[in-house]
């Protein structure tokens, strides 16, 4: 029954390779994101789509794509991977506009991509 | 731009002793505040929220109060236990960019 669920939990690849991760949501939520958190947990936004429009997009390399196919998913490709990678990455989901009156994100358990 | 600043950790208590994690923001608008909180090994969960000023969220004891004169969601709780050992992070959403902006995250760490 998990709400929105990511693979791989975990993920080790060498420098130079092509990875993704998947992610899905049961919740009926119209929006959904990737975040960053690094080695100091800080967490930052990286993607935003709504109804699998892209709708943010922060100073990401463009070696990050995300894939919307529907609004129930979105993946995340990483090419050319970098040490600097190296992260764990949550994906969430919301409803816009809910019955709560604010925005709430529903997290992931999070992928922990390790790049050697 | 938005921002979220909240105490740096590790905050190390006893348990039944009570907590204070500060935290204020700078946001144009009315911003959102929530607090989320992220187990060791796990993603993160609402902790709580308020959407106007001089809302209070609260949950598993836990509360905050939106602060808009001092800019501030100060989350507090009365008697920690061990099991609230974890980061927690306050984050704000502000107009219509639907960007959830985290603080640095406050590790607490609950010793019995």
């Known amino acids: 029954d998990t709400a929105v669920s990511q693979t791989p939990k975990y993920l080790v690849t060498q420098m130079g390779n092509d990875k993704s991760i998947k992610c899905e949501q049961n919740?009926?939520?119209?929006?959904m994101y990737w975040y960053k958190q690094d080695s100091k947990k800080f967490l930052k936004i990286m993607f935003s789509?709504?109804?699998?429009?892209?709708?943010i997009n922060e100073t990401v390399p463009n070696r990050f794509s995300p894939k919307s196919p529907d609004k129930a998913h979105l993946n995340l490709h990483i090419n050319s991977l970098e040490l600097g990678d190296s992260a764990v990455y949550f994906c969430?989901?919301?409803?816009?506009?809910?019955?709560?009156?604010?925005?709430?994100?529903?997290f992931g358990a999070g992928s922990r991509l390790t790049v050697l | 731009g938005n921002s979220v600043t909240q105490m740096e950790g590790p905050v190390t208590l006893s348990e039944e002793a009570f907590l204070t994690i500060n935290c204020t923001y700078t946001?144009?608008?009315?911003?959102?505040l929530f607090w989320y909180v992220q187990y060791p090994g796990e993603g993160l969960q609402l902790l709580l929220k308020?959407?106007?000023?001089?809302d209070k969220g609260s949950n598993k004891g836990f509360e905050a109060t939106y602060r808009k004169e001092t800019t501030s969601f100060h989350l507090e709780k009365g008697s920690v236990q061990v099991s609230d050992s974890a980061v927690y992070f306050c984050?704000?959403?502000?107009?219509?960019?639907?960007?959830?902006?985290f603080g640095t995250g406050t590790l607490l760490a609950v010793q019995p």
């Open positions: 308020a959407t106007k000023a001089d």
């Open positions: 946001a144009t608008g009315y911003p959102s």
């Open positions: 789509y709504n109804n699998k429009e892209l709708i």
């Open positions: 919740l009926g939520h119209d929006t």
């Open positions: 984050a704000l959403i502000s107009g219509a960019t639907n960007k959830l902006i």
């Open positions: 969430a989901s919301s409803q816009v506009g809910g019955s709560s009156g604010a925005n709430v994100l529903t």
